[in-house]
Structures are given as C-alpha cells and as structure tokens.
C-alpha cells in the first residue's frame, strides 16, 4: 500500500498559510525519531508560538447510547462482537443528558462531548433526540461535541443547525495496519465523514490510540495521515489503549509513556495550531509522565470520573495536579 496521505486531497478552508500538510513519511519518522530532549524542546517551541503554555482546556465525556455496536473495533468494550463488562444502555433522556452538561460546566469544563455506540448515526427519533441534546448543551456556553459513528451529509448540516461545535471520529492507526484492527469499516469510510463534517462548517476532532501492537511507523504513519488533513483537525486525541478484558486486546504489553510522549510532540510540531488531547489511558500514566505529555504540547484533557466506559483519575486528583504544575484549565464562557 501507497503510504502518500489519503486525505491530501481534501479541500483547504481559510487555513494560516505557514501550516503544513505535505509531511512525507520521512519527514515525520525523521521529527518522531528525534532525541527526546530535541524534541520536547521542538514541540514547545512550537506550542509558545501557538498557545498560551500554562492552559490546558478540561473537557468531559458521556456515554449517550453505550454497547451493542455492531462494528469489531478490537480495543473497544461497547463491540457487541466480544464480550467486555459493560452494561447496555439505550439511548438517554436529551434532560438528563443537559443536567449532566449542566454540571460539568458548574465544575469548569469548557467542552462536553457525547459518545454513541453506533456505526452511523441513526435517522428519525433518535436523530432528533441527540438534535434537542445539542441545542441543550450548546445553550450552556459549552463548546459541544458529538460522536456517533458515521454521518451523512444532511446529518451533519442538520447537528451544525443544532449548535455542534466539533466532532469526534477517529482514524485510530495506520492505513497499513487498520485492518488488523477493524474488518467491519475502511479507513476511506472514516475519511468520507469527516469530509461531511468539513462540508458542514462543524471542526474536526480526530486522533488515533497508541498501544494496540501497532509498530512505530504506524504510529509515524497515523500521524502523517492526521497532518493530511486539511485543514488540520482542530483538536487531536492521542489516546492510550485502555485494555478491558473481554476485547481481544485485552492482554496487549503496556506501552512505554515515551512513545505518548513522542506522539504528541510530533502532532504539535506537524499541526501546531490544533488542540492536542491527552485522551484515553491517563490512569495508566505516572503524573510525571502526565506532565512530559503537557511539555510535549498537549493542551486539553478529559475529566471526571469516567471515559466513556472506562475509569478516568478523579478531579481532585487532576486539578492538584494541575496546580503543583502551575497551569490551569481555560475559562469557561458557561451561561
Ligand atoms: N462509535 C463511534 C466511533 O467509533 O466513531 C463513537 C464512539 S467510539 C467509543 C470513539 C473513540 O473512542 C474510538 O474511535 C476510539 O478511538 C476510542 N476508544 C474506544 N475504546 C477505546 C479504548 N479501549 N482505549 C482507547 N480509546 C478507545
Ligand atoms: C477519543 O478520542 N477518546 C474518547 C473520545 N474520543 C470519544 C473516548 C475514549 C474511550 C475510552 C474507552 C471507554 O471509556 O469506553
Ligand atoms: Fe462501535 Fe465506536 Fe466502539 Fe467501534 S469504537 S465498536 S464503532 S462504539
């Protein structure tokens, strides 16, 4: 297989011309491969020139429909293919959801982000449903964001009306090594939603997970494949595996932190404008690996107790942190 981007023709919109999307694989393996103190140094270079150094933006997540999933995503608890520790739920009230939106933003989080266990997004009631939670959540002052799965081109301009401010869908690895992750989709799939999204005026929240057995230069390919885009994803999860028993993934090795390290140095130096997403997988990391992450360029996080499915590092935990380094969460505009 090719490893030229599949995305590089992709539409630019009203983008800083300095930024890039023609990274070759070299030129990223070259950036990845770096001696870490060059690197870090690099990547805040970079991130001063971009984003205040000492704000990282809290965001929050809900599981809005949870398990049952058709797709056999392998390191996802909520496939219906494997049989992981989670309880189905159908899709939840719009009311309760806004409460919970409401309540993150009482606790300063600035984005809210629900999360459905679906291939695609559905149509009729429940598409209106997820509709009245947007307009909700969007009326608290909270950026909003939405994964569903896959979206048709009226779905996304309809969420837009809705008041969307992002949305999340992922490409999670490598072309090369996609398939060995997920038979029920193709990488092209993912790539035509997030063009729908684009098409929408919503922005793009796209990343990938890092620790599935991948080799390196899958890491250096999804990373190529993300810098592709244009414009560039607005915001950038990196995500660690969290394995959950049950998933075929299971009983992967832990992976070292330094490749999360060198993972999202490399997504400020290529995207330097994007919100990077420390996402998935703090639990597993050392607060002093936490704190290379934010001097590699992350900038955002999730908080609260909970992912999606999986246990998250409590609050407290998360703004003594925050504090002991000096850096804070970004102001909330919540009404
Ligand atoms: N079903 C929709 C989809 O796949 O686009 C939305 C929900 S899905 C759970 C959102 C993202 O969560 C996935 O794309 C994947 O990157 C991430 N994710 C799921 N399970 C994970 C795990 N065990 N560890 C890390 N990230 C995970
Ligand atoms: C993303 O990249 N990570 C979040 C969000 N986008 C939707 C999801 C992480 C899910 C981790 C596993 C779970 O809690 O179920
Ligand atoms: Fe379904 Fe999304 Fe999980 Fe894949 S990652 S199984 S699409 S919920």
Redesign the pocket.
């Known amino acids: 297989m090719s490893t030229e981007p599949l995305a590089a023709q992709a539409v630019a919109e009203g983008e800083s011309p300095e930024l890039r999307h023609d990274w070759t694989r070299a030129e990223v393996e070259a950036i990845y491969r770096t001696p870490v103190p060059e690197l870090v140094f690099r990547a805040q270079t970079v991130h001063r020139q971009f984003h205040a150094p000492d704000r990282v933006q809290t965001c929050q ?1 809900l599981s809005i429909k949870t398990g049952g999933c058709p797709e056999d995503c392998a390191y ?3 496939s219906a293919h494997y049989d992981a520790p989670v309880d189905r739920q159908g899709l939840l009230d719009p009311e309760h959801v806004v409460s919970v939106a409401r309540d993150a933003a009482a606790r300063g989080v600035t984005r809210f ?1 629900m ?1 459905a266990a679906w291939r695609q997004a559905p149509e009729g009631r429940e598409f209106e449903k997820v509709l009245e939670m947007v307009r909700g959540v969007s009326s608290l002052g909270l950026e909003v964001c939405c ?1 569903l799965g896959m979206l048709k081109e009226e779905q996304a301009q309809q969420l837009k009306e809705a008041g969307l401010s992002a949305y ?1 869908h ?1 490409l999670d690895t490598s072309p090369e090594f996609y398939g060995s992750i997920i038979t029920t989709r193709v990488y092209e799939d993912r790539l035509k939603t997030l063009a729908a999204v684009r098409k929408a005026g919503i922005t793009v ?1 796209c ?1 990938g997970i890092l620790g599935m057995g991948e080799r390196e230069t899958d890491r250096i390919g999804l990373l190529q494949q993300l810098a592709a885009l244009r414009p560039h994803p607005e915001s950038v ?1 990196i ?1 660690m595996l ?1 394995r959950v028993e049950g998933t075929p993934l299971a009983n992967m090795p832990a992976l070292d932190p330094m490749e999360m390290v060198r993972a999202i140095a490399t997504a400020r130096i290529l995207m330097p404008a994007s919100r990077v997403r420390l ?2 997988g703090r639990k597993q990391l050392s607060p002093e690996a936490v704190t290379l992450c934010f001097l590699a360029g992350a900038n955002s996080i ?1 908080v609260g107790e ?5 246990p998250n590092p409590g609050p407290d935990e998360d703004y003594q942190l925050l504090e002991k380094l000096g850096m804070q969460p970004l102001e909330s505009h919540a009404v």
């Open positions: 997540l996802c608890p909520q982000c999360g994964t999340n992922n929240c990343g999860p995500n969290v996402a998935a999730f909970k992912l999606l499915t999986t």
